[in-house]
């Protein structure tokens, strides 16, 4: 496949991308097809390597209003409706769901996802499920799952025994939730035992990290201790940590030396942290979300989940990156022109080291060819206008194709 006159990774320059064999071949001006092969012409729009969601729950998507809508909004009534309709999971449903989301995914540019699944389930059927599930959609997209104990490792009964299970049967990264364990010390206690488990399986590691808007929530300088002490910081994510959104800033400051020195990712789900945070503020309201840019002014990596689509934590939700994007600008105060231009990354590149997948992803020669075109020149008006994923492809073959709707106005 050849395609020609597009902006790759948002550069100002127009140039052409020759896919064969399924990789990346040349990068360069004036490409010419080989005879046979397919030509895209890119119309001077933007080329970015696809999108990736690297936090979401696809065992629970398509689920919102069953049993019940969760109208309080909080994150703790989500894991009690969530908790409700959990005992009616079959494979089937939790199959049909997640595969319908990840459809609409792909449809979007998504070619990488990170859903967490819970494990706090004696018969572990939407691990079992999204296992499946994994392999039947390998060729449409990369799925990392990770063993999410929804309701505690040491505070549900068997809990550290189903992470283990989970890993045996084959989750590639280890989760965890210590702020919702019912003390310091257990939540502590499962931070050291999930650091363990990846070790000892090496599996990747992220972890549901102090997502409550308590500025005594502090198991991320737990983790972090681990990562560094265990140098296994660039296998590790500490996702949400909105608590961070709430500590001082001498405690901060402390704590970003040890962030920095331990290397770990993060995870920031601005659409869903915002609807659950603050809620048990009157006024002033916490915004309830993570710092995502003094993280990422100190070099430390953050990237965007979506985290729900349609489900007891969020009652919206379409599979759409953009959408993330664009709450975590505005939220994060990162709506300089050039921030906007660069925000893109929170939702590939960064998105990537989090996954720990850069060695086949991006835009380079040698790669396999997978990337989206959107339908703008730059990143800035793909945003602003919140535009199309013309196609998706992915090993040079078209994954997803999509025809921009047109308008027409009847005006002067
Ligand atoms: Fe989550």
């Not at 399986?201 to 502090?218: F, G, M």
Request: glycine share 8%; net charge negative; with cysteine.
């Amino acid at each position: 496949m050849l395609i020609k006159n597009v902006h790759v990774n948002n550069q100002a320059a127009l140039t052409d991308v020759l896919i064969t064999d399924g990789k990346f071949a040349q990068i360069g001006p004036d490409l010419t097809a080989p005879a046979g092969e397919e030509v895209i012409d890119g119309q001077g729009k933007l080329l970015l390597p696809p999108f990736v969601d690297s936090h979401v729950h696809l065992d629970s998507t398509l689920t919102a209003g069953e049993p019940e809508w969760n109208e309080t909004g909080t994150l703790f009534d989500g894991i009690r409706i969530w908790s409700e309709r959990k005992q009616d999971l079959t494979k089937e449903d939790v199959k049909r769901r997640a595969k319908q989301t990840i459809l609409n995914m792909v449809g979007h540019g998504i070619q990488f996802v990170r859903s967490h699944v819970d494990v706090t389930d004696p018969h572990l059927i939407a691990t079992q499920a999204l296992l499946e599930l994994r392999e039947e959609l390998k060729d449409v997209v990369e799925l990392q799952l990770v063993a999410f104990p929804q309701e505690g490792i040491l505070s549900f009964p068997h809990g550290k025994e189903l992470m283990e299970q989970a890993v045996k049967e084959g989750v590639d990264v280890v989760g965890g939730i210590p702020h919702f364990e019912f003390s310091t010390e257990y939540g502590w206690q499962s931070v050291h035992f999930l650091m363990a488990l990846a070790d000892k399986y090496d599996r990747l590691v992220d972890v549901h990290c102090d997502e409550i808007d308590d500025p005594a929530s502090r198991n991320l300088e737990v983790l972090a201790t681990e990562a560094l002490e265990r140098e296994m910081g660039s296998r590790v994510t500490a996702s949400h940590t909105t608590a961070m959104g709430s500590y001082n800033d001498a405690y901060t400051y402390k704590l970003f030396r040890l962030l920095k020195m331990s290397g770990i990712n993060f995870v920031a789900n601005p659409l869903v942290n915002v609807h659950l945070g603050g809620r048990f503020d009157t006024y002033p309201k916490r915004r309830g979300v993570t710092r995502i840019k003094e993280l990422t002014a100190a070099g430390i990596n953050v990237s965007f989940g979506e985290d729900d689509v349609k489900d007891p934590w969020n009652p919206l939700g379409d599979g759409n990156m953009l959408d993330a994007v664009t709450m975590g600008v505005y939220i994060a105060h990162l709506m300089g022109y050039g921030q906007l231009q660069d925000s893109y990354k929170f939702v590939t590149t960064n998105a990537a080291r989090t996954l720990h997948v850069t060695d086949h992803y991006g835009i380079e020669v040698g790669k396999p060819g997978n990337c989206i075109l959107l339908n703008e020149k730059d990143f800035y008006n793909a945003l602003n206008r919140h535009v199309e994923v013309l196609y998706n492809i992915r090993g040079g073959k078209v994954l997803a194709k999509t025809t921009p709707a047109e308008t027409t106005v009847f005006a002067d």
